[in-house]
């Protein structure tokens, strides 16, 4: 059965796209509309990332997978929940946001913003506990 989670919105992602917003709103009123439409795609780019990415346990054919789809932009990445060796909470700086960081074998790292961390990882490690 697939379990899908999407991607939390956090404080610095709310700034992040305000302050971006915000700049191209001045740069149209500077009368400087080439920076300013620049600054306005990439804003949307931004929110499409942050609606769009959503990260699904699947079951393909033998193996379960966890399928990390970044939005309409980007490519999806496969990750099989066997690989994963280790997956921690961790917080950037001044606490505004938290990610799970997966570790993926010997030296793949991939970071992670799921809306319910815990269960999240409880996922994880009910997957790896049926597949062995």
Known sequence: MDRTFHQRFSPASACGILAFALLALYLFWVKNALAGCCLAAVVVVMIERIIHTTYVFSHNGNEE??????????????IRINDIVKCRKMSTGFGLSQYILLQCGHKTLVSVQPDNADAFIAEIKKRQATQE
């Open 65 to 78: 997978m966890l399928v990390i789809n970044k939005g309409r932009f980007s490519k999806t990445k496969h």
